[in-house]
């Protein structure tokens, strides 16, 4: 790096003159921002050099951080379906973040595990998928439903280490590869096992969980896993003081779409059968049989999601039943507060961690491609663009978890009873 200025009446390079808060910004307005503070010019080329010095200054060398390495909430709170996937690191190593998340009682993603590979491939997957086993896996994976997008050795993997859960694909992903051909148990709705209660037929939340943590992913490895620490210790901590807020025995989303499904009720009519038995008729060639004994409706929704489907709002509305004894204990504030029950400790200072004398992990062989390095993703085929979010909603939410109001559930809005 040549001697580019003189600063204080001291000779300084390019990289000594970069503050903390400018190694964020992109080249061109890097290059504004030192000319228009030090009358700077120089080069796109040497601005890379320059903020990667100077990012070794500020304590933030990726080579040095690899060299520094080293959950009772999911079974009491959370359903028992898990979304993995992987998301490319844009640090100057490169490398694979893959991640494991579950659904809280409030449609909210809840994250279980994280690990740092060089890439994505079956013997990367094993590794992920076997530390994965050790906290939560039992009897090869029975009773969990895994959804993936089916990519780049996962299913090889999963077959491995949970040879005996279910594993689903993600429809949006099956979708946009229509051509091939995809047995339907592996991503219809009516083929997902009851007791799951999710009715996720996409595998949104794990992207979901890549975009949350999109700003850590440029970052060094050591100092990229703890912002994400915090990160979730945060959201635990604010969900657990959200959920003491809350009047009803029903999270705010389950209670958004118990009125949904009241207000679909609507148009329909019930006739009353044997026992708890109801004949629901939408339209003269159209019907349903609903059981509230046993909380099943031909349609299929109630039995998969946990929720009472419009036909069966409608017979608990007949009924003047309270449509909470309806809903799944999964869907309820008390398994949301369980889920959230568990918060992560701290973690002191690197200053203090315990030495350990073993082999400095080095970082993989970086491959160089031609071009400008890619830092987005790249869109598939008929997959639209995400939504913006407003600036009052950055950094507030992961998933389904938006407050909402005091909502008042009498039917007297509905059918004119009380719930």
């Given at each position: 790096?040549?001697?580019?200025?003189?600063?204080?009446?001291?000779?300084?390079?390019?990289?000594?003159?970069?503050?903390?808060?400018?190694?964020?910004?992109?080249?061109?307005?890097?290059?504004?921002?030192?000319?228009?503070?030090?009358?700077?010019?120089?080069?796109?080329?040497?601005?890379?050099?320059?903020?990667?010095?100077?990012?070794?200054?500020?304590?933030?060398?990726?080579?040095?951080?690899?060299?520094?390495?080293?959950?009772?909430?999911?079974?009491?709170?959370?359903?028992?379906?898990?979304?993995?996937?992987?998301?490319?690191?844009?640090?100057?190593?490169?490398?694979?973040?893959l991640s494991a998340v579950s659904v809280d009682a409030n449609y909210g993603i809840y994250p279980l595990a994280m690990c740092v590979v060089d890439n994505e491939n079956t013997e990367s997957w094993t590794y992920f998928m076997e530390k994965l086993y050790e906290q939560i896996g039992c009897n090869g994976g029975e009773g969990l439903?895994?959804?993936?997008?089916?990519?780049?050795?996962?299913?090889?993997?999963?077959?491995?280490?949970?040879?005996?859960a279910l594993k689903k694909y993600c429809c949006r992903h099956i979708y946009s590869n229509f051509k091939q051909k995809f047995p339907v148990v592996c991503w219809a709705k009516h083929c997902f096992p009851v007791q799951i209660k999710c009715s996720h037929v996409i595998n949104n939340m794990t992207e979901s969980f890549n975009n949350?943590?999109?700003?850590?992913?440029?970052?060094?490895?050591?100092?990229?896993?703890?912002?994400?620490?915090?990160?979730?210790?945060?959201?635990?901590?604010?969900?657990?003081?959200?959920?003491?807020?809350?009047?009803?025995?029903?999270?705010?989303?389950?209670?958004?779409?118990?009125?949904?499904?009241?207000?679909?009720?609507?148009?329909?009519?019930?006739?009353?059968?044997?026992?708890?038995?109801?004949?629901?008729?939408?339209?003269?060639?159209?019907?349903?049989?609903?059981?509230?004994?046993?909380?099943?409706?031909?349609?299929?929704?109630?039995?998969?999601?946990?929720?009472?489907?419009?036909?069966?709002?409608?017979?608990?509305?007949?009924?003047?039943?309270?449509?909470?004894?309806?809903?799944?204990?999964?869907?309820?504030?008390?398994?949301?507060?369980?889920?959230?029950?568990?918060?992560?400790?701290?973690?002191?200072?690197?200053?203090?961690?315990?030495?350990?004398?073993?082999?400095?992990?080095?970082?993989?062989?970086?491959?160089?491609?031609?071009?400008?390095?890619?830092?987005?993703?790249?869109?598939?085929?008929?997959?639209?663009?995400?939504?913006?979010?407003?600036?009052?909603?950055?950094?507030?939410?992961?998933?389904?978890?938006?407050?909402?109001?005091?909502?008042?559930?009498?039917?007297?809005?509905?059918?004119?009873?009380?719930?």
């Amino acid at each position: 790096m040549d001697i580019e200025a003189v600063v204080g009446g001291k000779r300084v390079n390019v990289a000594h003159v970069i503050p903390e808060q400018y190694t964020q910004l992109p080249i061109d307005v890097l290059g504004l921002e030192l000319f228009r503070n030090y009358r700077i010019k120089c080069c796109n080329q040497r601005l890379y050099r320059a903020k990667n010095k100077a990012l070794e200054l500020l304590g933030q060398d990726h080579k040095a951080s690899f060299t520094k390495l080293f959950r009772r909430g999911f079974f009491e709170g959370c359903r028992q379906f898990i979304g993995v996937d992987g998301c490319h690191l844009k640090g100057l190593y490169k490398g694979v973040l893959l991640s494991a998340v579950s659904v809280d009682a409030n449609y909210g993603i809840y994250p279980l595990a994280m690990c740092v590979v060089d890439n994505e491939n079956t013997e990367s997957w094993t590794y992920f998928m076997e530390k994965l086993y050790e906290q939560i896996g039992c009897n090869g994976g029975e009773g969990l439903c895994i959804m993936s997008d089916r990519q780049k050795g996962i299913l090889n993997a999963l077959e491995r280490v949970f040879p005996h859960a279910l594993k689903k694909y993600c429809c949006r992903h099956i979708y946009s590869n229509f051509k091939q051909k995809f047995p339907v148990v592996c991503w219809a709705k009516h083929c997902f096992p009851v007791q799951i209660k999710c009715s996720h037929v996409i595998n949104n939340m794990t992207e979901s969980f890549n975009n949350w943590i999109s700003n850590f992913r440029g970052m060094p490895i050591v100092r990229m896993l703890e912002e994400i620490r915090r990160k979730i210790m945060i959201l635990i901590h604010k969900r657990y003081e959200q959920a003491n807020t809350w009047q009803d025995e029903l999270p705010p989303l389950v209670r958004r779409k118990v009125i949904e499904a009241r207000v679909e009720s609507r148009t329909l009519s019930v006739i009353f059968g044997h026992d708890k038995t109801f004949e629901v008729m939408e339209d003269i060639s159209k019907r349903c049989v609903v059981d509230l004994g046993t909380k099943h409706c031909d349609c299929g929704e109630w039995d998969v999601s946990g929720l009472p489907c419009k036909h069966a709002m409608c017979c608990i509305d007949a009924m003047r039943y309270n449509v909470n004894d309806y809903i799944h204990h999964l869907l309820k504030k008390i398994a949301f507060k369980k889920t959230y029950s568990h918060q992560l400790y701290p973690v002191p200072d690197e200053s203090i961690w315990p030495l350990l004398l073993h082999d400095n992990l080095l970082p993989p062989l970086v491959i160089w491609a031609a071009g400008r390095p890619q830092t987005k993703r790249k869109m598939e085929a008929g997959e639209n663009k995400a939504f913006k979010r407003s600036s009052s909603d950055k950094g507030e939410s992961l998933g389904s978890t938006a407050t909402v109001g005091p909502v008042n559930l009498s039917q007297n809005s509905v059918h004119g009873n009380g719930m």
